[in-house]
């Protein structure tokens, strides 16, 4: 008479096929059906690299990663791991603001670290318009997104780091 079932000791972030039927009795069962879960995303250890080359799709992004703010043009949702312009290998990160939209921002955010106050992130970025571009470095808490580091972009790219150790424990 369950409709569920608990399933322990799995991995975070990680995809497990399932096999499920009903048994109404001995007599009366259905075929097995194949159902593919994910569990939860966990937190990540220190160091933690992202290269992007391993992304696959259309307009995605990583696994555990999340589109905070994002902008849609048509059917692309920004931002997305993009396959040209890579500072380094054939990927990158592409986020993308129109001038003729009121949209002023794209947040990104990592998925949870386990001691954030330990992380450095360290990253290549430019920008590919006629209007210089500020970015930020940050941390999410609670849903709101607190600067760590504000970067003015140049049109060559170049590496920026930023220390988390502001960031609440």
């Known amino acids: 008479t369950d409709t569920f079932c608990v399933i322990s000791g799995l991995d975070a972030s990680t995809a497990y096929d399932v096999y499920v039927k009903s048994a109404c009795d001995a007599q009366h069962t259905s075929g097995w059906a194949l159902a593919t879960i994910t569990t939860e995303c966990g937190a990540e250890s220190v160091p933690y690299a992202e290269t992007f080359e391993n992304v696959t799709g259309s307009y995605v992004i990583p696994d555990c990663w999340e589109r905070v703010i994002s902008y849609t043009s048509g059917s692309s949702l920004y931002?997305?791991?993009?396959?040209?312009?890579?500072?380094?290998?054939?990927?990158?990160?592409?986020?993308?603001?129109?001038?003729?939209?009121?949209?002023?921002?794209?947040?990104?955010?990592?998925?949870?670290?386990?001691?954030?106050?330990?992380?450095?992130?360290?990253?290549?970025?430019?920008?590919?318009?006629?209007?210089?571009q500020a970015f930020e470095i940050g941390y999410m808490r609670n849903g709101e997104f607190t600067a760590v580091k504000s970067i003015t972009l140049t049109t060559t790219y170049q590496q920026y780091t930023a220390y988390m150790s502001q960031a609440p424990a």
């Open 79 to 132: 931002p997305y791991v993009y396959s040209s312009n890579a500072h380094n290998g054939s990927k990158c990160l592409y986020m993308y603001i129109p001038s003729s939209t009121t949209a002023s921002e794209n947040i990104i955010a990592l998925p949870p670290v386990d001691d954030i106050n330990t992380l450095k992130v360290s990253l290549w970025a430019k920008y590919s318009s006629n209007v210089p």
